[in-house]
């Protein structure tokens, strides 16, 4: 089993920027791929970013390629976000996410939210014009 819980969420001016941290518990999380996804009010979930257990491999939706900038750190079971150059259309609740199944060390990466096993409760990011 493993926990997520997301943080670094917060209140922005457009341009501005903000970090979001994801906190995996269990040794497992290290393993696999991770993800962000982002659900604005009315709209469904979508895809924003992944990256694999090694770091090796990342993937962006084209709507944040060259702003935000995924990484993890596995000695601290933490996966980041770096957001810059922020847009109103950024506003959302941000979920972090594990694929905790199928192959270990793999540099494949998801964008379906369905191919996650773990998520986190959500952050709050809220960009202002």
């Known amino acids: 089993q493993v926990q997520l819980v997301e943080s670094g969420g917060g209140l922005v001016q457009t341009g501005g920027s903000l970090r979001l941290s994801c906190l995996a518990s269990g040794r497992t999380s290290s393993m696999y791929e991770m993800g962000w996804f982002r659900q604005a009010p009315g709209k469904e979930r979508e895809f924003v970013a992944a990256i694999s257990w090694n770091a090796y491999s990342t993937d962006y939706a084209d709507s944040v390629k060259g702003r935000f900038a995924i990484s993890r750190d596995n000695a601290k079971n933490t996966a980041y976000l770096q957001m810059n150059s922020l847009k109103p259309e950024d506003t959302a609740v941000y979920y972090c996410?594990?694929?905790?199944?199928?192959?270990?060390?793999?540099?494949?990466?998801?964008?379906?939210?369905?191919?996650?096993?773990?998520w986190g409760q959500g952050t709050q990011v809220t960009v202002s014009s």
């Open positions: 996410a594990v694929k905790g199944s199928g192959i270990i060390r793999s540099l494949l990466l998801h964008r379906a939210a369905h191919e996650y096993d773990y």
